[in-house]
């Protein structure tokens, strides 16, 4: 058990909590919980608030943060709405309507790259700290949309591109599939390969690596951009499941993919966290979510549940860190001797 804290405390408490609230949730409403509805309907939300907590942790471990993600998805989504409304391609042009999704899903993942590399060009270029970069973004693209679209919801998608937000194979959603493949390319990227290690070393000393003849700024763009990307995903699973898009759609998701990532042990300064901890962490969260639905708790109990969750996660992080390193008095080391 030593061991296995000081290895990755985060983790390891992270995973005891994890364990507790789902057998708590299986005792108190097991069959109800474990039910295929309940499982399915997780998977089915899972996605949406999931790729941008993954997008926010990719920032944060540069030691950055995007505050933009949802109005990065809020326009991108109304980009591919306005064409698969036919808004932008009338319907009796001759392309087909497999050609029209797919020529919305590309335009929305393009834009959303567009406006992540505006992120990063304003850190890496202009050197604005992420927060205030971000934050400028997030009202520049929030305006974009609402001036495209006065402020009115787009309907009127094709059946196909709906299917793919309701659609399932043996009760598996697509959208929680893509979500799986998102999240392992994020991993592996992260852990076997350059550009994983450069994030890394630059949260944890961007100087250094500057002068290690490494292209941060380039770096820094990459990331950005690749959050866009998430964010533009985001989008299309959010729309593809409410058969609609307008600006304001998924406000909450901001917090929650903080509250996730900070949870999932991604350190806010950067140079440390894991996309496994922020899976973790996600789930944990979606279980709670769930257990909210079913004791048909109040949207202020659950701001409330979860603040005390994350507040109590932080706490035990800082003094499993403290045991980790041998500090204070009841570090590792110290029981260790005293054993």
Avoid at 12 to 33: E, K, N, P, Y
């Amino acid at each position: 058990m030593a061991k296995l804290l000081r290895r990755d405390p985060h983790m390891s408490v992270l995973s005891v909590i994890s364990v507790v609230v789902a057998a708590f949730l299986v005792l108190m409403q097991g069959d109800q919980f474990l039910s295929v509805n309940n499982l399915q309907s997780m998977a089915y939300q899972i996605p949406e608030f999931g790729l941008l907590a993954i997008a926010m942790a990719l920032t944060m471990l540069t030691g950055g943060i995007d505050l933009s993600l949802i109005a990065i998805a809020g326009v991108s989504g109304i980009v591919a709405a306005y064409i698969l409304s036919g808004s932008l391609i009338p319907m009796d042009s001759g392309i087909s309507t497999p050609l029209l999704v797919a020529i919305a899903v590309v335009a929305a993942l393009v834009v959303s790259m567009i406006c992540g590399a505006i992120n990063g060009l304003l850190i890496a270029k202009l050197s604005v700290p992420p927060i205030l970069a971000t934050l400028g973004t997030m009202i520049l693209f929030t305006g974009i949309g609402m001036a495209i679209t006065s402020g009115q919801g787009i309907v009127g998608f094709p059946e196909s591109f709906l299917d793919f937000g309701a659609g399932s194979v043996l009760n598996v959603p697509y959208v929680f599939i893509i979500f799986v493949i998102v999240a392992v390319v994020a991993a592996v990227v992260l852990s076997r390969t350059k550009l994983g290690t450069r994030v890394y070393l630059y949260g944890e000393n961007h100087v250094a690596l500057k002068f290690s003849g490494i292209r941060s700024e380039r770096l820094i763009v990459q990331v950005y951009m690749f959050a866009g990307l998430l964010a533009g995903l985001a989008a299309i699973i959010i729309i593809s499941r409410v058969n609609s898009a307008k600006v304001g759609y998924g406000d909450t998701y901001l917090l929650q993919a903080i509250l996730v990532a900070v949870l999932g042990g991604v350190n806010p300064d950067g140079g440390r966290g894991k996309i496994t901890g922020v899976i973790l962490a996600l789930f944990l969260l979606q279980f709670l979510q769930s257990a909210f639905t079913l004791f048909s708790f109040t949207p202020y109990a659950k701001k409330l549940i979860w603040g005390c969750m994350l507040l109590l996660v932080m706490i035990i992080n800082y003094y499993m860190e403290k045991w980790k390193t041998g500090e204070g008095k009841f570090g590792l080391k110290t029981l260790l001797i005293r054993r």
